[in-house]
């Protein structure tokens, strides 16, 4: 059984990464105003695998007895000056949420809940990757500039970006 302790705070997980998803979507919009669909096509991809980040913390309350429940979601920012500037504010978001998956490792290493140490390092590795994705982006475009080729040619790369939906948790499908 999860501890009501770490069932809150992952409750409010669920709320900073269900957030993720939404402003990502928001910038998605904002990249189809001014179209360039593949970056929201980038952007679209991310969105959806921070629902399955929420739905990770989800099943885990689920599966160890606890019950889930939904916070408020705050709205998104839904414009930026430049696309630059949207990709700098989502990587400013992913070290925030690095913060808080840091201070959830303090925790359940505190309270020796090691069934959710081993979710948390999951979430510790990833974090490493979304970092180094979302700094990779601002460097592109910090390098092309302001010119219209460079800038086409970051959208047509992003738009490669593909989602793989992950297998259901044990126990659920076939
Ligand atoms: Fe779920 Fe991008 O962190």
Do not use: C
């Not at 939404?22 to 991809?45: C, E, K, N, P, T």
């Not at 629902?51 to 889930?68: L, Q, S």
């Not at 982006?137 to 793989?164: A, Y």
């Amino acid at each position: 059984m999860i501890k009501k302790k770490i069932r809150d705070a992952f409750n409010e997980q669920i709320m900073h990464e269900t957030y993720s998803a939404y402003l990502y979507l928001s910038i998605v919009a904002y990249f189809h105003s001014l179209g360039f669909d593949g970056m929201a096509q980038w952007m679209r991809v991310q969105a959806m695998e921070e629902m399955t980040h929420a739905m990770k913390f989800f099943d885990h309350i689920n599966e160890r007895g606890g019950t889930v429940e939904l916070l408020a979601i705050e709205k998104p920012l839904a414009k930026w000056k430049t696309p630059l500037d949207a990709f700098k504010a989502a990587l400013k978001h992913e070290e925030f949420i690095t913060g808080k998956i840091n201070e959830l490792a303090k925790l359940v290493q505190r309270e020796n809940d090691y069934a959710s140490q081993s979710l948390i390092q999951w979430f510790v590795d990833e974090q490493v990757e979304e970092e180094a994705n979302a700094t990779k982006n601002v460097q592109m475009l910090e390098m092309v500039g302001k010119s219209g080729n460079g800038i086409l040619m970051v959208d047509r790369e992003l738009g490669t970006r593909t989602f793989t939906m992950p297998l259901p948790v044990s126990g659920e499908g076939g």
